[in-house]
């Protein structure tokens, strides 16, 4: 299996409250796990949380590396969902 593609991020309430305590926005978010053309992605396996895909990369509108754990929704067509996401200090 290649590179997983991100094309569209659902979102929960949830992991939108998540995500804002982490003082980021959605548009942080997409702008890292999306449109960065350098991110990186590894599917991790966690006692705890689960199989999910960790990903990290760069929002150029606020200059923050941010890592994120998301879900498979559709990986063929790129659908992924947000668990949560804040930014690498």
Do not use: F
């Amino acid at each position: 299996m290649g590179k997983p593609c991100i094309y569209v991020l659902i979102w929960t309430d949830e992991a939108i409250t998540k995500v804002a305590r982490h003082g980021l926005t959605i548009k942080d978010v997409k702008e890292a796990m999306v449109w960065d053309p350098r991110k990186k992605a590894v599917w991790q396996e966690d006692y705890e949380h689960g199989r999910r895909l960790e990903v990290r990369g760069k929002s150029d509108g606020n200059n923050r590396d941010i890592i994120a754990y998301l879900d498979p929704v559709d990986p063929r067509d790129g659908v992924w969902r947000v668990r949560t996401a804040w930014p690498i200090e």
